[in-house]
C-alpha cells in the first residue's frame, strides 16, 4: 500500500510541474537578456482561458486542443510584446510593469469567462496516451509513459532550450545583453531587439503554460485558475540558477508537495489537513531563502533598463 502511495505521489507530481516548467524556461530568457516578467501569472490566465475557449467553441473537435494552444502561444507573445515595449523601448519600471500586466491579463480574463462562458463548464482536453507495453512497465510504467502528449513535449523542450541558449550564436547574444549589454552594443549586438525577442519568448511560453493548465490538466476554466503559478515559477528560475535543468528539478520538487497534499486528501493519510494545504507553498518560501545565496549567479543587469547613451 505505501509502496503504491509513493508512487501514486510521483506520477501525479510530474504533469503537475509542466507548468512551472513552461512558465520558468520562458521566465529564464527574459531574465538571461535582463529582463524579469511578473506578469507572467497574468499572461497565463489569458493563455488558459483563450485554449479553452477556442476547444470549447469547436466542441472539442479534432485538433482543437492544439488550436486552442496555438491560440494561447500567439495571445502570450502579444502580451509579451505589449510587456517588451513597456520596458524595453520605454524603459519602465519593470517590476510595476508586470504587476500592471497582471492585472490586465488577470481582469481581461475574468471579463472574457463571464461574457463567453458564464458558468463551470467542461471539455475533453488532451488525455494521457495509451503507450503499448511501456505503460506496463513496473513502477516506471505509471510514474514516466502515463501522461498527456504535452507532458513529452515539454520534456524535450528542456534540452533545446539549454542548446538554444548555450550552443548558438543567439544564446550567447542573450547572455551577453544580460550581463554587458555595452560591451555587447559595442560588438554590434542590437541590445533592444534581444531583450523585446526573450520577453515575447517568455509571454509566448506563459500563455502556454495557460493553456495546458485549462486543456491538459483541469478540463475547465475558472477564476484564478492559476492559483500564483506564475509568481512561484519566478521563484523557481532563481532557485534553478538559470537553467533549465535548474527550473525543473525546482518544478519537480515544488509539485512533489502538492502532489503529496492531494494525496493525503485522496488516500485519508492521518496527517492534519491545513499544514498539507500549507506545505508546498512553506516550501516556495524556504527555495527562495535558499535561492537568496544564488543571486550572486543572477544577470548583471537584471530588472535594470539599457541606455545606449551614457546616463549619470
Given at each position: 500500500?505505501?509502496?503504491?502511495?509513493?508512487?501514486?505521489?510521483?506520477?501525479?507530481?510530474?504533469?503537475?510541474?509542466?507548468?512551472?516548467?513552461?512558465?520558468?524556461?520562458?521566465?529564464?530568457?527574459?531574465?538571461?537578456?535582463?529582463?524579469?516578467?511578473?506578469?507572467?501569472?497574468?499572461?497565463?490566465?489569458?493563455?488558459?482561458f483563450l485554449?479553452?475557449?477556442?476547444?470549447?467553441?469547436?466542441?472539442?473537435?479534432?485538433?482543437?486542443?492544439?488550436?486552442?494552444?496555438?491560440?494561447?502561444?500567439?495571445?502570450?507573445?502579444?502580451?509579451?510584446?505589449?510587456?517588451a515595449?513597456?520596458?524595453?523601448?520605454?524603459?519602465?519600471?519593470?517590476?510595476?510593469?508586470?504587476?500592471?500586466?497582471?492585472?490586465?491579463?488577470?481582469?481581461?480574463?475574468?471579463?472574457?469567462?463571464?461574457?463567453?462562458?458564464?458558468?463551470?463548464?467542461?471539455?475533453?482536453?488532451?488525455?494521457?496516451?495509451?503507450?503499448?507495453?511501456?505503460?506496463?512497465?513496473?513502477?516506471?510504467?505509471?510514474?514516466?509513459?502515463?501522461?498527456?502528449?504535452?507532458?513529452?513535449?515539454?520534456?524535450?523542450?528542456?534540452?533545446?532550450?539549454?542548446?538554444?541558449?548555450?550552443?548558438?550564436?543567439?544564446?550567447?547574444?542573450?547572455k551577453?545583453?544580460?550581463?554587458?549589454?555595452?560591451?555587447?552594443?559595442?560588438?554590434?549586438?542590437?541590445?533592444?531587439?534581444?531583450?523585446?525577442?526573450?520577453?515575447?519568448?517568455?509571454?509566448?511560453?506563459?500563455?502556454?503554460?495557460?493553456?495546458?493548465?485549462?486543456?491538459?490538466?483541469?478540463?475547465?476554466?475558472?477564476?484564478n485558475?492559476?492559483?500564483?503559478?506564475?509568481?512561484?515559477?519566478?521563484?523557481?528560475?532563481?532557485?534553478?540558477?538559470?537553467k533549465?535543468?535548474?527550473?525543473?528539478?525546482?518544478?519537480?520538487?515544488?509539485?512533489?508537495?502538492?502532489?503529496?497534499?492531494?494525496?493525503?486528501?485522496?488516500?485519508?493519510?492521518?496527517?492534519?489537513?491545513?499544514?498539507?494545504?500549507?506545505?508546498?507553498?512553506?516550501?516556495?518560501?524556504?527555495?527562495?531563502?535558499?535561492?537568496?545565496?544564488?543571486?550572486?549567479?543572477?544577470?548583471?543587469?537584471?530588472?535594470?533598463?539599457?541606455?545606449?547613451?551614457?546616463?549619470?
Amino acid at each position: 500500500m505505501l509502496s503504491e502511495i509513493i508512487i501514486g505521489i510521483i506520477a501525479a507530481a510530474i504533469p503537475l510541474s509542466i507548468t512551472f516548467v513552461l512558465v520558468g524556461i520562458g521566465e529564464m530568457f527574459n531574465q538571461r537578456a535582463g529582463v524579469f516578467n511578473l506578469g507572467a501569472e497574468g499572461i497565463m490566465m489569458v493563455g488558459a482561458f483563450l485554449g479553452f475557449y477556442v476547444e470549447y467553441i469547436m466542441k472539442s473537435g479534432p485538433g482543437s486542443s492544439f488550436l486552442g494552444m496555438i491560440a494561447a502561444i500567439a495571445v502570450g507573445s502579444l502580451m509579451g510584446a505589449v510587456m517588451a515595449v513597456t520596458c524595453v523601448n520605454f524603459k519602465a519600471e519593470q517590476g510595476i510593469a508586470g504587476i500592471a500586466l497582471f492585472m490586465l491579463g488577470w481582469g481581461v480574463a475574468g471579463m472574457l469567462f463571464r461574457v463567453y462562458i458564464g458558468g463551470t463548464t467542461s471539455i475533453v482536453g488532451l488525455k494521457a496516451l495509451d503507450i503499448p507495453f511501456l505503460n506496463s512497465i513496473p513502477v516506471l510504467g505509471a510514474i514516466l509513459f502515463s501522461h498527456n502528449i504535452m507532458v513529452y513535449i515539454t520534456l524535450v523542450i528542456i534540452p533545446l532550450s539549454w542548446y538554444l541558449l548555450n550552443r548558438t550564436a543567439w544564446g550567447l547574444k542573450v547572455k551577453a545583453v544580460g550581463t554587458a549589454p555595452r560591451a555587447a552594443d559595442t560588438m554590434g549586438v542590437k541590445v533592444d531587439r534581444i531583450r523585446f525577442q526573450c520577453v515575447v519568448i517568455g509571454g509566448a511560453m506563459a500563455g502556454l503554460a495557460g493553456a495546458y493548465l485549462s486543456i491538459c490538466q483541469t478540463h475547465i476554466y475558472a477564476d484564478n485558475i492559476t492559483a500564483g503559478r506564475g509568481f512561484i515559477a519566478v521563484a523557481l528560475v532563481y532557485f534553478g540558477k538559470w537553467k533549465p535543468t535548474g527550473i525543473l528539478w525546482g518544478a519537480l520538487l515544488f509539485s512533489l508537495a502538492h502532489s503529496f497534499q492531494r494525496s493525503i486528501q485522496v488516500y485519508g493519510i492521518d496527517f492534519p489537513y491545513e499544514i498539507a494545504v500549507m506545505f508546498p507553498y512553506i516550501l516556495v518560501i524556504a527555495v527562495l531563502a535558499i535561492s537568496g545565496s544564488s543571486r550572486i549567479m543572477a544577470p548583471t543587469m537584471l530588472g535594470r533598463p539599457y541606455y545606449r547613451e551614457q546616463r549619470d
